[in-house]
């Protein structure tokens, strides 16, 4: 997001009018972020309702769905194992989010918490 300054105007009860540009820009920030609409939102400067109303809004007009909260995508890699364990297994996530396996009996752990990512209760 970017840190220049913008004059932004009211409307007769007070409310900030944000220019169609800067709601297109915001938008695909969003669709490109990872973040949750909530987070974004904050992270924007903007009122969550009002940020939704737009989502909601392009994703009627555009008949798809603009969400950063997507199913994350795997892929299956097979490794040779190492005579002797060297470095950590690094898997990187959306967010910021690393994990490090260690050690091999944790395969099974990171596993389930991956498809618990991907399909939340």
């Not at 994350?72 to 002797?84: G, N, Q, T």
Request: charged share 20%; hydrophobic share 40%; aromatic share 4%.
């Amino acid at each position: 997001m970017s840190t220049t300054s913008l004059v932004l105007k009211q409307d007769g009860l007070g409310r900030v009018r944000t220019p169609v540009t800067r709601r297109e820009a915001l938008l695909a920030e969003f669709a490109r972020s990872g973040l949750s609409g909530a987070r974004f939102a904050t992270l924007a400067g903007v009122n969550y309702q009002t940020f939704m109303g737009w989502v909601h809004k392009q994703n009627r007009r555009s008949g798809r769905t603009v969400s950063a909260q997507r199913p994350p995508r795997f892929v299956e890699v097979e490794a040779a194992p190492a005579p002797e364990p060297t470095l950590p297994l690094i898997i990187e996530l959306a967010a910021g989010i690393t994990l490090q396996l260690h050690h091999a009996s944790q395969v099974p752990l990171a596993g389930e918490l991956l498809r618990n990512l991907a399909h939340p209760c």
